[in-house]
């Protein structure tokens, strides 16, 4: 069992930045993806960006170039998690989620990710 534990959003006006982390407790025996997802009020929950189980990264496309994932260690163990934002948009509100998934999950929908924190709520106002 993995518990995560998710701090950083807040409000923020547009064209500013927030910087999300993720401290998980547990233990996997199989290497973890680990990555951020996030829903707005009546929208499904979308992967952001992800670190699959090779260490290498995603974006939606809709993020990139403006957010960042990293994480303290290397891949195949769980770490603490980071998403920095900068250059906000109104259209990034929602609650932000930190997610494991078991195995090379990559950038896959929010079904294939077996932990979850309980979010942080990121608000951008224009």
């Known amino acids: 069992v993995v518990d995560l534990v998710e701090s950083g959003g807040g409000s923020v006006q547009a064209g500013g930045s927030l910087r999300l982390s993720c401290r998980p407790s547990g233990f996997m025996y199989s290497s973890p993806s680990m990555g951020w997802f996030r829903q707005a009020p009546g929208k499904e929950r979308e992967a952001v960006a992800v670190?699959?189980?090779?260490?290498?990264?995603?974006?939606?496309d809709s993020v990139k170039g403006r957010f960042i994932i990293s994480k303290d260690n290397a891949a195949k163990t769980l770490s603490n998690l980071y998403l920095q934002m900068n250059s906000l948009k109104s259209e990034d509100t929602a609650m932000y989620y930190c997610?494991?998934?078991?195995?090379?999950?990559?950038?896959?929908?929010?079904?294939?990710?077996?932990?979850w924190g309980q979010g942080t709520q990121v608000t951008v106002s224009s």
């Open positions: 997610a494991v998934g078991i195995g090379n999950v990559g950038l896959s929908p929010a079904r294939m990710y077996t932990y």
């Open positions: 670190i699959d189980s090779e260490g290498f990264t995603f974006y939606d």
